[in-house]
């Protein structure tokens, strides 16, 4: 599984989702993040190890607390993936239709 496969299919449950979320806007602790979503401490624990070990976040240790956060590396992977998923989409949608076009072309021409 590519590193890239790993991030996608860790952001296919919502909870991680909305973890990395909240994470986008700047660190935060476990108990920060339990508090506003609907999952435990613990949940939220075995969520970050998940989003961590594919490099999504990463954490450090600020005193007594565990600092997490969107890891700008990852994100940079994922996105340089998705563009290019969405550049060739694109492609292929701009090629299918001037085929249309052509063969509609061909057709009037008889």
């Not at 292929?92 to 249309?100: G, I, N, V």
Request: glycine letters at 8%.
């Amino acid at each position: 599984m590519t590193n890239v496969t790993a991030m996608l299919t860790a952001l296919g449950d919502p909870t991680r989702q909305a973890i990395l979320d909240r994470l986008s806007s700047g660190p935060l602790a476990v108990g920060q993040l339990a508090d506003v979503l609907p999952v435990s401490r613990p949940a939220v624990s075995q969520h970050l190890k998940v989003l961590k070990d594919v490099g999504l976040v990463f954490d450090r240790q600020v005193g007594t607390r565990r600092l997490y956060q969107a890891d700008p590396e990852g994100l940079a992977e994922l996105r340089r993936h998705l563009d290019g998923f969405w550049e060739r989409s694109l492609a292929a949608f701009a090629e299918h239709a001037a085929s249309d076009r052509k063969d509609e072309q061909h057709d009037r021409d008889g």
